[in-house]
């Protein structure tokens, strides 16, 4: 079983509209939490990197929260664009580990 | 661009058959790292290496391996192909091991036929 899942695993909404997505873990104990956006057939792009002992975390128009209570984060899209059609990828680290644990992504598709 | 580079973008080769991708890290980075995406999967680790010496393995095949040279590029070798190997292969560099950021690389799409 995947130690990072995410939902919803698609949505669509219209452009201007906000978004919410959501990542469960099960990583502990764990060191950080990253949220990356990949374009189709591009390398993933860092978004934001909360440390366990974060709150919350704004990159633009985008802000995680998390909440290591519940193992729970969640990444916010305001005002959506038609250029944040990707899928966003949540990347939990455990604490004293180098590799990475990723979920399998939410491809969000904005339309005008 | 992240400043990570990978060559080839693209790879067309028969099952049976061996490759060789071939990452540089961003200026200054002393880490690499190696993905597979498939399709049907999310990112997958398959290992890292922290100047020149190998750091912490994943997922990697057997028939897969990989090094990194004093100039601290790095080459990832596919052998003894099979058609479910076909996948985008990322490399990503980091300046330390740890909890620091990752940079992608565009990445090198693998097609075995």
């Known amino acids: 079983k995947n130690q990072v899942e995410q939902s919803p695993q698609s949505l669509i909404i219209l452009e201007g509209k906000n978004c919410t997505l959501q990542c469960n873990y099960t990583v502990s104990p764990f060191s950080n939490l990253r949220w990356y956006k990949q374009d189709t057939g591009r390398g993933p792009v860092s978004l934001t990197i909360?440390?366990?002992?974060?709150n919350t975390k704004s990159n633009g128009r985008y802000t995680a929260t998390l909440d290591a209570d519940t193992k729970q984060s969640s990444l916010h899209i305001t005002a959506s664009q038609l250029s944040d059609s990707a899928s966003y990828i949540c990347?939990?680290?455990?604490?004293?580990?180098?590799?990475?644990?990723f979920g399998a992504g939410t491809t969000v598709t904005v339309r005008a | 661009d992240s400043g990570v580079t990978q060559t080839p973008k693209h790879l067309i080769t028969a099952t049976g058959q061996r490759v060789t991708l071939r990452c540089s890290p961003r200026?200054?980075?002393?880490?690499v790292y190696w993905y597979q995406q498939s399709l049907d999967q999310g990112l997958q680790f398959l290992i890292q290496?922290?100047?020149?010496?190998?750091?912490a393995k994943g997922n990697i095949l057997e028939r897969f391996s990989a090094q990194q040279f004093p100039d601290l590029h790095s080459e990832l070798n596919l052998s003894s192909l099979e058609l479910g190997d076909s996948a985008l292969y990322f490399c990503a560099s980091s300046v330390g091991g740890g909890p620091v950021e990752q940079y992608f690389g565009p990445g090198t799409r693998l097609t075995v036929t």
């Open positions: 909360m440390t366990f002992s974060e």
């Open positions: 290496y922290y100047n020149g010496e190998e750091r």
């Open positions: 990347v939990v680290q455990p604490t004293n580990d180098y590799k990475l644990s």
């Open positions: 200026s200054g980075d002393l880490s």
